[in-house]
């Protein structure tokens, strides 16, 4: 993956489910492995229902970002989640998950879907309640979906309120050199937020070769990855904020298959 050279600044956002009393004492937040980074708050927009903040400079390290605040009083925010990943282990499939605080968590929903669209229960897990420390989760789906399927987490704080973390995706099916290569790209359109590319169908340890291709058929951009054990990759675009507004399409090649995506910048 190609990341900027330079360092850019960070806009996140926040809806009706996170838990934001006083959008002024909002901030960017980032974990830098063993602490959170107070990255300020640059500017924003919106109310306490919906809205952003971006960093108040730019930030030249990638890693977990999140919303922070000032005034834990004003803003107790469910969770701070470090990482939420799934992976296929033989036949099933295994959903861990760490957060680095939990303020009023009362506990965790893992929820599968086959299209995105209409999502099921797998099964719950006990939160912490109120927790300072770095705790670390896990739940098994025994009997997963066959083919693409996905998952989110889902947490519910004791007064019912809750939040989705983002999706995982998994692909489950043994003939993967005869399919065609599935993409799954997020958000799509971007607003110059991190865009994630998820490739499913591959071979195992295949070589991937990825292009993004202009509106006038000029690549812009390469990306070069190894699909895992399980014959999926995941591409981690830091952001288009530095691409112009249009419609852009993401060619691939795998081996002897060719794959595209369109993706839309706002």
């Not at 708050?41 to 971006?54: A, M």
């Not at 607003?191 to 993004?212: C, F, I, K, M, Y």
């Amino acid at each position: 993956m190609v990341v900027p050279s330079s360092a850019v600044a960070v806009t996140l956002t926040w809806d009706t489910a996170s838990g934001v009393g006083d959008s002024s004492t909002v901030v960017v937040s980032r974990w830098n492995g063993s602490q959170w980074i107070n990255h300020g708050n640059g500017g924003g927009s919106g109310n306490n229902s919906n809205g952003s903040v971006v960093s108040s400079g730019t930030i030249a390290s990638f890693s977990p970002f999140t919303l922070g605040t000032t005034s834990i009083i004003n803003n107790p925010l469910p969770i701070e989640l470090l990482s939420f990943n799934a992976s296929l282990q033989g036949d099933v499939v295994e959903l861990t998950w760490t957060t680095a605080t939990e303020i009023n968590n009362d506990f965790f929903t893992i929820e599968r879907s086959q299209d995105g669209n209409t999502w099921e229960e797998v099964g719950v897990v006990s939160g912490a309640g109120n927790s300072n420390s770095v705790r670390h989760y896990q739940l098994t789906d025994n009997a997963p979906f066959a083919g693409q399927s996905y998952y989110r987490l889902k947490q519910t704080d004791f007064d019912g309120s809750f939040e989705y973390s983002d999706w995982r995706s998994i692909f489950i099916g043994t003939e993967a050199s005869a399919e065609t290569v599935q993409t799954f790209l997020y958000p799509n359109p971007s607003r110059g937020n991190a865009v994630t590319l998820e490739l499913n169908a591959l071979l195992p340890h295949q070589a991937v070769a990825l292009d993004l291709i202009d509106m006038l058929g000029q690549p812009v951009l390469q990306w070069r990855g190894v699909a895992d054990t399980n014959g999926q990759l995941l591409l981690n675009i830091p952001g288009t904020e530095y691409l112009a507004t249009g419609i852009y399409t993401l060619r691939g090649e795998a081996g002897e298959r060719q794959f595209s995506q369109k993706m839309i910048v706002r």
